[in-house]
């Protein structure tokens, strides 16, 4: 698969975004990790404004954005223009993200959700593509 995702977390997602990178490499997904790289105390919004200008800047096609709850982070990134970030707690979801919100960044939140439903979130949220039609207006109205 030749897509790149730029991924970020703070403390509380170190773990899971250390197992979503080896997870995605053995996908043969190009993953750019933007921090942090520790499971030291970490502000998420840093990692989220990281992420969702790669994002907006086209250095990626998708992020993937891993906190506690998932809340804080999705509410930085989702502070930029053109991006739509999903927190996505399991496959179903992060399928409808795409499908009829066309996001471009999923948000994982790392105690809430297991590793294996997060590679299913991931798996499907950069496969499934936007359905357009019923949804292109009110994606339209989502920035303004």
């Not at 970020?8 to 975004?17: E, Q, Y």
């Not at 939140?109 to 009110?138: L, W």
Request: hydrophobic share 40%; proline share 1%.
């Amino acid at each position: 698969m030749s897509i790149k995702v730029c991924i970020g977390s703070d403390h509380a997602g170190f773990v899971l975004k250390k197992e979503l990178i080896d997870w995605m490499k053995s996908n043969s997904i190009n993953v750019d990790d933007r921090g942090c790289f520790s499971d030291d105390r970490a502000d998420y919004p840093d990692y989220a404004h990281l992420v969702a200008l790669d994002v907006v800047n086209k250095k990626c096609e998708f992020g993937v954005l891993i906190c506690g709850s998932g809340n804080g982070i999705a509410m930085s990134a989702n502070k930029h223009k053109g991006i739509r970030a999903a927190l996505c707690w399991n496959e179903e979801i992060a399928i409808l993200a795409r499908q009829h919100n066309d996001a471009n960044i999923l948000v994982l939140p790392a105690r809430y959700i297991n590793t294996e439903e997060a590679h299913k979130c991931v798996n499907r949220f950069i496969s499934e593509k936007f359905e357009g039609g019923r949804h292109e207006a009110r994606v339209k109205k989502i920035d303004v």
